[in-house]
């Protein structure tokens, strides 16, 4: 809407403009007159340049007003309108102050203005390319006013160009003009379409680039889920093929404990029991690690115990603290792979402190009907420049395989939570995962009761 108020503030500018500054006509009959007084043709050539100079004022005022007032109010109908907003400021202008200058050239600069502006991007500096262009057109179309030779096709008719065009005859046969205006009408025009050419070319060049980023992201994106895809499918087949084993094994420690019993060798049962509940926790285990739907209610603590567990920071300068809001609600997850994250998560933390001293933070609380659980440590931080891309597979500063952040994501996702990130370089580093709380009774579909 701004633009169509500006376009017609400079439509209305071109019409009245030469009732605010009538003299510029005078200084140029005054020097038509003077020039043959003093017989001087170079006079003459600096009128014409005046007489370009004026009309130029006037008619650009009128074209450029007409194009932002088409392009602002009738949107696909912008060539159109914008063809007829231009011969209605003509022909208003050639009533109210009689200059009778014919429409011939005009119908050739609205056909080139509408043709060239089809080769111009509709981005941000739109308009301004557009201005130039019709500066370049309108200069040519008025120095086509002043070729003598084309007088007889209408060219040129009005008062001015016509009295020019006459004291060139006079003076030198009309070679004058005819070859300085056809000159200039060439170079102008010709400046016009390279200059359309050349901006056409970029964008494309730009679009292309462009669609060419676009296919490397995609092309990355799909080598990444490849990638993992495929680290994917080894591990589990390797987790797979850990069954056969240690169902042999579960096995020949049943047929031990039963021989044993029926020798009534007591002091080994106890033994025994032990390796076979060990042995049952790793099936249940591998069932969960094989089956990432299998999920339980789970106490918070007992899965942080859990996770802790299998850490191992006796070696590490490592302050662990674990503030947990009291009565807490359980959480559903499959634990294995859950722990898995949040180890994914402390290891990094521990990593970040380069064998330096440091603390980890872990505070877990109810906020409404979801768990949030903290995890901050005062290690080496996250630029601002990767928070975005930490979870994106492949994605590592260590030189590792890049799949740990994203597998947080992703497990934590596949549990219906979400979590974010909070780092400040050289200071901290806070993941925090919000898990929707188990209900009693609750029933899920993901809930599969034969754990092979």
């Known amino acids: 809407m701004h633009i169509g108020i500006i376009g017609m503030i400079?439509?209305?500018?071109?019409?009245?403009?030469?009732?605010?500054?009538n003299h510029w006509?005078?200084?140029?009959?005054?020097?038509?007159?003077?020039?043959?007084?003093?017989?001087?043709?170079?006079?003459?050539?600096?009128?014409?340049?005046?007489?370009?100079?004026?009309?130029?004022?006037?008619?650009?005022?009128?074209?450029?007003?007409?194009?932002?007032?088409?392009?602002?109010?009738?949107?696909?109908?912008?060539?159109?309108?914008?063809?007829?907003?231009?011969?209605l400021g003509l022909s208003l202008f050639n009533?109210?102050?009689?200059?009778?200058?014919?429409?011939?050239?005009?119908?050739?600069?609205?056909g080139m203005i509408t043709f060239l502006q089809l080769y111009i991007p509709k981005q941000k500096y739109f308009y301004l390319i557009l201005s130039i262009i019709i500066f370049l057109v309108l200069v040519s179309i008025l120095w086509l006013q002043l070729i003598p030779a084309l007088t007889v096709f209408g060219f040129g008719t009005d008062?001015?160009?016509?009295?020019?065009?006459?004291?060139?005859?006079?003076?030198?046969?009309?070679s004058l003009f005819n070859t300085l205006a056809t000159i200039f009408f060439a170079v102008f025009l010709i400046i016009a379409i390279i200059f359309t050419l050349l901006i056409h070319l970029v964008d494309k060049q730009k679009s292309t680039l462009k669609n060419y980023h676009l296919q490397e992201?995609?092309?990355?994106?799909?080598?990444?889920?490849l990638v993992e895809s495929k680290v994917y499918e080894e591990i589990n087949m390797l987790v797979h093929d850990l069954k056969?084993?240690?169902?042999?094994?579960?096995?020949?420690?049943?047929?031990?404990?039963?021989?044993?019993?029926a020798q009534n060798i007591t002091t080994m049962e106890a033994h025994f029991e032990r390796m076979n509940q060990s042995a049952e926790k790793m099936k249940d285990m591998i069932s969960e690690i094989l089956h990432e739907d299998n999920k339980q209610p789970i106490p918070v603590n007992e899965l942080l115990e859990y996770v802790t567990s299998h850490l191992g920071l006796n070696e590490q300068n490592v302050d662990l603290h674990?503030?947990?809001?009291?009565?807490?609600?359980?959480?559903?997850?499959?634990?294995?792979?859950?722990?898995?994250?949040?180890?994914?998560?402390?290891?990094?933390a521990v990593k970040s402190f380069a064998g330096k001293?440091?603390?980890?933070?872990?505070?877990?609380?109810?906020?409404?009907?979801?768990?949030?659980?903290?995890?901050?440590?005062?290690?080496?931080?996250?630029?601002?420049?990767?928070?975005?891309?930490?979870?994106?597979?492949?994605?590592?500063?260590?030189?590792?395989?890049?799949?740990?952040?994203?597998?947080?994501?992703?497990?934590v996702e596949n549990h219906q939570g979400t979590i974010t990130v909070d780092s400040v370089k050289g200071s901290h580093t806070q993941m925090t995962i919000s898990l929707p709380i188990h209900k009693e009774g609750e029933t899920h579909v993901d809930d599969i009761a034969d754990r092979r």
Request: aromatic share 12%.
């Open 25 to 87: 006509t005078g200084v140029i009959v005054a020097n038509i007159h003077q020039s043959v007084d003093l017989q001087d043709s170079g006079l003459l050539l600096v009128t014409s340049f005046i007489y370009i100079a004026a009309y130029f004022v006037v008619f650009f005022f009128i074209y450029f007003g007409s194009m932002l007032m088409a392009w602002a109010f009738s949107g696909q109908m912008g060539p159109l309108m914008f063809i007829l907003l231009v011969l």
């Open 357 to 411: 001293a440091g603390y980890i933070d872990i505070d877990v609380k109810r906020i409404d009907e979801s768990i949030l659980i903290c995890i901050e440590d005062n290690g080496t931080g996250i630029k601002m420049t990767h928070l975005d891309d930490i979870w994106r597979t492949g994605f590592s500063t260590r030189q590792s395989s890049g799949i740990g952040l994203s597998f947080v994501k992703k497990v």
């Open 217 to 225: 992201e995609e092309l990355e994106e799909t080598r990444t889920a």
């Open 322 to 348: 674990i503030n947990l809001e009291p009565d807490l609600p359980t959480i559903y997850v499959n634990k294995v792979r859950f722990s898995r994250a949040i180890s994914n998560i402390l290891e990094n």
């Open 159 to 174: 008062d001015l160009a016509a009295s020019i065009k006459i004291v060139d005859n006079y003076f030198t046969d009309s």
């Open 244 to 261: 056969t084993p240690l169902v042999t094994l579960e096995g020949l420690l049943s047929l031990l404990h039963m021989k044993m019993h």
């Open 10 to 21: 400079l439509f209305l500018s071109g019409e009245f403009l030469p009732l605010l500054n």
């Open 95 to 110: 009533q109210w102050h009689h200059d009778h200058f014919s429409y011939h050239s005009h119908f050739l600069a609205l």
